[in-house]
């Protein structure tokens, strides 16, 4: 009880904020049905997390849900999971923005998953227990190969956070007309009591309701957007040419990706980074068996690739319905608001007040379910990989562990609310595109070579992982987007925006290299240890059974 009057608290506090002027902030004209429902589901969302509370008082239990969810409840799960602010919020700016050009995050953020589909999925449900290293410490040194992949996992959930809480704290801006900075911390004070007391089992509900609500709103959009333009797809073609700045440029790619290397190197982090993301592969630890991971990877993809489809529509439908409509344009015909919220701005012009506040309400819960996914992700890489397995040799107390997990959610939410703030202006879909380039060139290449390739050693996968993750994040750094718009400098050192072409290769020649110049004692373990991992991986024979509740 005591838990829920803090919630509450927390939540009365929110709802009081919206009601008052803070520092002298003009605030956005305040819509009673957009909050109405807005405090409606927050409101579920906790008695979720009450419900949810007792079920997650083990490691198995706030890590995985004890293995409990079924295929089709996981499947729905990972859509919801995956369909981020990114998805929803970042896309559809982009394809507003820049037009054909932004559809490479939807077609890269869907080609991803048949690979996860034929060469992860099943594998990794027989093999892993509640992270993805437990995969690579399998037959590997457990230590160094736990340390590289916690650090590369807690690198892939920051880029992560900045787009969920970019997007969390300019949405509950527009909504309630509230300081961005102000909207960003009580997103993550309330993130944090979502995960901190409903674990795994409360974010699995609130990804599947979440999805639902997501696909439902999308697909009304996406019918709205063809009615006003009368289902002619000439005309609503048309009709966007004429109303953007770039006119028939929007049709062809080279607006947003101006040469080939970027375009190839985005699509590379986008296709390979979906098997690399710590919160995906995290959840198909969630079912009992191979055979409900599987079923779980094929309704993932068959929702996401819908959705994608939809976000094509409604990103046209956006340039068309808004930059023709004098509410949303300057004098010179420019967009007058912020161009991550397009989607939720279209929403008013399609179903009025009613509708606004729906998808305002689904998209605070896209962001709410994908960071809920990213702290217990990061919190199990903490506390079960590097806590457990690294600092206390695998020997631990299972009600410390799950003590050590809600403290690292709580250090988790406190640092998402600071890159909320020092990343504000970023475009939501470019930071999860750099998530991806991250887990596409560590944790795949090392994932991938761990699975299928015998000759693989800790020293390979450890100094080529490291190696890799290192000239990554540099190159991130030093990147256009980073080293200048973020830090302010005048030139960028390295000339492209997505690093994926250069780092993913390299990551796959030093992890083989390494291990065919590893001759040590460890190597002939490692490389033995291969059979019997391969026979688990194929048969699932010793593998972690649902935990009763």
């Known amino acids: 009880m005591k838990k829920i009057v803090i919630i509450l608290g927390t939540l009365l506090s929110f709802c009081q904020a919206a009601s008052i002027d803070l520092n002298g902030v003009k605030k956005a004209e305040l819509n009673p049905i957009a909050i109405s429902m807005f405090v ?68 890269g953020f869907l080609v991803g998953w048949p690979i996860v589909l034929f060469l992860i999925a099943e594998k ?29 996992a807690l690198s892939v959930i920051v880029f992560y956070l900045i787009a969920q809480m970019v997007g969390a704290g300019q949405l509950i801006q527009v909504l309630f007309g509230l300081p961005y900075t102000f909207a960003v911390v009580l997103v993550g004070i309330l993130i944090i009591l979502y995960v901190v007391f409903g674990g795994m089992h409360a974010t699995t509900w609130v990804q599947i309701i979440k999805a639902i609500l997501l696909l439902s ?48 190197s985005l699509g590379l982090a986008l296709m390979f980074g979906t098997a690399g993301l710590p919160h995906i592969l995290m959840r198909f630890f969630t079912v009992k068996n191979a055979k409900e991971a599987r079923k779980s990877a094929f309704y993932a993809t068959t929702l996401i690739g819908y959705f994608y489809i939809l976000t094509f529509i409604i990103g046209f439908g956006a340039i068309a319905l808004l930059l023709g409509n004098p509410q949303f344009t300057n ?74 997990t809600k403290i690292a959610t709580i250090c988790i939410g406190i640092l998402a609310i600071l890159v909320g703030i020092i990343f504000e202006n970023q475009n939501v879909a470019f930071t ?93 373990i490692d490389k033995e240890g291969f059979e019997a991992q391969n026979f688990r991986a194929q048969s699932g024979i010793g593998i972690s059974e649902a935990v009763a509740h």
């Open 331 to 404: 004098p010179d015909g420019s967009f007058n608001g912020i161009t991550n919220m397009v989607a939720v701005l279209l929403a008013e012009v399609l179903g009025g007040s009613v509708f606004l506040g729906f998808i305002s309400a689904v998209a605070f819960a896209t962001i709410l379910a994908v960071v809920a996914g990213l702290t217990i992700s990061g919190a199990g890489a903490i506390s079960h990989d590097l806590f457990v397995n690294v600092c206390k040799n695998g020997e631990c107390d299972p009600k410390q562990e799950l003590r050590v």
């Open 124 to 152: 990794l449900r027989n093999l892993g227990k509640f992270t993805f290293a437990d995969i690579t410490a399998y037959r590997l040194d457990a230590k160094p190969i736990r340390i590289l992949s916690a650090v590369s």
């Open 40 to 107: 409606a589901f927050v409101l579920f969302t906790l008695f979720i997390t009450y419900y949810s509370n007792k079920k997650s008082q083990s490691a198995s239990g706030f890590y995985t849900a004890g293995g409990n969810i079924t295929g089709a409840q996981n499947g729905i799960a990972i859509a919801g999971d995956y369909m981020s602010a990114a998805s929803f919020l970042g896309i559809i700016a982009l394809i507003f923005t820049n037009g054909f050009d932004g559809l490479i995050y939807s077609i």
């Open 217 to 264: 709103g999308a697909t009304f959009m996406a019918i709205m957007v063809l009615y006003l333009t009368k289902f002619d797809l000439k005309y609503y073609f048309e009709l966007a040419i004429s109303h953007h700045a770039k006119g028939a440029s929007i049709m062809k790619p080279g607006t947003f990706l101006p040469d080939t290397v970027s375009a190839v």
């Open 432 to 524: 999860v595109g750099l998530a991806f380039a991250i887990a596409a060139s560590v944790n795949f290449p090392i994932l991938l070579l761990c699975l299928y390739w015998k000759n693989l050693t800790t020293k390979g996968a450890f100094w080529g992982g490291l190696i890799g993750l290192i000239v990554v994040v540099v190159l991130v750094l030093l990147s256009p987007s980073i080293w200048i718009k973020s830090f302010g400098f005048s030139e960028a050192i390295f000339p492209y925006d997505h690093p994926a072409l250069f780092s993913m290769p390299l990551t796959f020649i030093l992890i083989y290299i390494i291990s065919k110049l590893d001759k040590s004692k460890r190597a002939k």
